[in-house]
């Protein structure tokens, strides 16, 4: 699952914005840990059939379910499921979006999960990308909401974790937008795993763990600490 993001670099993803969509629109402050239930910005297709910046709380709720919030957790939801399941088999022939970032996060469990190292995954390039999303209208009681897609994990992503987000190019992305009814067929090219060869990884400060820490300190690239600066010398 990728239940963290991020968005550090708000000037390229404005360009970004700008140049696949003529969007333009000020995203405000780096963001280093983007968690669930956060209101974000996602490009959706507004009036008129253009492409729009919706905010939106990243965990999305069903026009079916009732209330302000919903009691199960859906950040995430598998590509492979999105035809067919009642919670996103409308969304993704009517409301499909995207949302922008420039990395994500996933976990490495060891000695039974009892510790936690976060990696993080970028393009090569260091670029901003989009991930393919689906979203759902807002209502008295709620904002709007949306979710990532997942797919099978590239070989980069497959040594941390079972699952990976859905990357999309930019030509993808404009597509994604596009509405019309999707067959599996046709939704088949755009949730395959991106290629691992236009990516990179590594591991960030554990304080990326905690929620509360949004800091480039918590998103920097993890030291390990210098075993001989803690020797003792008895000369």
């Known amino acids: 699952m990728c239940n963290r993001y991020r968005a550090r670099d708000p000037a390229a993803i404005v360009a970004m914005l700008k140049k696949l969509w ?4 000020d995203l405000g402050l780096p963001r280093y840990n983007i968690a669930p239930n956060q209101v974000l910005p996602i490009v959706v297709t507004g009036e008129n059939s253009q492409p729009a910046v919706e905010m939106a709380r990243w965990n999305l709720v069903p026009a079916f379910e009732a209330g302000g919030g919903s009691e199960y957790l859906r950040t995430n939801a598998r590509a492979e499921d999105v035809l067919t399941k009642p919670s996103y088999r409308q969304g993704i022939q009517r409301r499909r979006c995207v949302v922008p970032a420039d990395g994500f ?3 490495e469990h060891l000695h039974g999960a009892r510790i936690k190292l976060p990696w993080a995954f970028e393009l090569a390039s260091g670029a901003p990308f989009s991930f393919a999303g689906i979203c759902e209208q807002g209502t008295e009681t709620r904002p709007p909401s949306f ?8 070989a980069l ?8 987000p859905v990357l999309l190019s930019d030509r993808d992305a404009q597509q994604w937008l596009i509405p019309g009814a999707l067959t599996k067929e046709l939704l088949e090219p755009f949730v395959k795993p991106f290629s691992p060869e236009k990516m990179r990884s ?9 929620v509360r820490n949004d800091t480039a300190n918590a998103a920097a690239p993890h030291v390990e600490p210098d075993a001989g600066a803690f020797q003792l010398s008895f000369d």
């Open 147 to 154: 979710t990532i897609l997942t797919t099978t994990p590239n």
């Open 22 to 25: 003529g969007i333009e629109i």
């Open 105 to 107: 996060y996933e976990w």
């Open 157 to 164: 992503v497959a040594r941390v974790h079972h699952r990976m």
């Open 202 to 210: 590594y591991r960030v400060n554990p304080a990326l763990n905690s």
